[in-house]
Each structure stands twice: as C-alpha cells, then as structure tokens.
C-alpha cells in the first residue's frame, strides 16, 4: 500500500489520506503539550560555526571545560520530564539509582522547535519537502531548566513511528544535572544561563507558529 494512505484496523478497506491523519495526530500532540507538559525554559548550545563550543578535556582534571560552551537564548519548551529516577538494584542494605532522568519531546514540539530556531537537526534526513517534516530535535549538550536545576540533555532517540511511514512520533532520550567543573566554577553567575523566571510562558503567541485547536 502506498505509504501517503493508511487504512485502520476495523474500519473497511477504503484507504484513508495519511497527510490528513497525521496532521490530526500532530494537533493532538500540540494540544496536550500545552494543557498536560509545563513548559521549561531551554537553552540551545551553539555549534562550532555560530561560537565557541568547548574544548579538548584538561590534561590534570580530564574533564572537558565547559566555561566556553555559549548558548542561543533560553525559549519555552515543552519537555516531558520523568525524575522518578530508574533503580540499580540492592546495594548495601538499600536502593540506588541512576544519576540520569528520562526526557521526551512530541514530534509537534520538534516542528515548532525548528520554526523558533530555523535549524535542521543535522542527524535527521528530510523524506520530502513537507513543512511539517523539517524539525530540530533537542542535540546532546542543550540545556534546559527543571525544579531550579540546569540539566543536561544526553540523547534522543526516536520511537514509535506512525502508521507505515519512517515519521517519528516522538523522542525519547535520558538528561544529567549540569554541574560545575573545575574550569567553570560560577554556572550559575553565567548571565546566558539565568532563566528570566522559574515559569516561563506558553511558547505558542510568541512569534512562534501555532497549531490548531
């Protein structure tokens, strides 16, 4: 069957315009990241082209400097966040957990990303020309404001594909708290890392593309 047309399960065999079905998927998505997912504030880290973006780690502390990293400035983001943390396992008489939490972003919040910053995620290969199909996903070292703590995004991954095309519906990756190291000892004194506030607005209204409903 062709992959423009999607026919569900127990409705007949006519097909259905995938174009229009996943257009509704992506109102759907838009809609509950602004009434069920608070925005936070997101910092993107600027590539090699645009600024500094680090250096080679520190011959006595092996650790890279992060004091030359520079960010775009901080934007409203929806990110799901899940700091429940994940279990280890029994050690010594009790339970630890991993340093890292788990993140997701909707794939109608990585379409709005890229109308904000007009940057394609470079790993991401556009299957056609579609506007909805040029997105920016949050990349390893972005930033981004939770329960007053800077965290670090590791990796996203994309998951659950609709229907039968390659179109991701959403990204799933894992985050770290953004702490100092011995070349940046004052993060928190950096004045492109102090969010204006702990609650950001709702991004849609400001200068941004909205979705339906």
């Not at 998505?29 to 082209?49: C, E």
């Not at 609650?199 to 400001?206: A, F, K, L, Y």
Request: glycine share 8%; no cysteine.
């Amino acid at each position: 069957m062709d992959s423009r047309y999607y026919r569900p399960e127990g409705v007949g065999v006519f097909p259905l315009n995938y174009t229009a079905r996943e257009r509704t998927v992506l109102e759907i998505q838009a809609k509950r990241d602004r009434r069920h997912i608070p925005p936070l504030w997101f910092w993107r880290l600027l590539t090699p082209d645009e600024g500094p973006n680090g250096a080679d780690p520190d011959d006595d502390y092996f650790e890279q400097p992060l004091i030359h990293r520079q960010y775009a400035p901080p934007v409203a983001a929806h990110i799901y966040v899940d700091d429940s943390g994940e279990s280890k396992g029994m050690k010594r008489g009790k339970v630890d957990t991993e340093g890292a939490i788990k993140v997701e972003v909707s794939r109608a919040e990585v379409i709005r990303l890229y109308g904000v910053y007009g940057i394609l995620s470079d790993e991401y290969e556009v299957p056609s020309k579609n506007e909805d199909e040029l997105i920016y996903i949050p990349q390893p070292g972005d930033l981004f404001f939770f329960k007053g703590t800077h965290l670090r995004i590791h990796q996203l991954a994309d998951v659950d594909h609709f229907g039968p095309t390659g179109n991701p519906g959403k990204w799933e990756g894992t985050a770290s708290q953004f702490v100092d190291d011995a070349s940046a000892p004052l993060l928190a004194s950096r004045a492109d890392l102090i969010p204006p506030s702990n609650n950001p607005p709702q991004p849609v209204g400001m200068n941004e593309i909205s979705w339906p409903g």
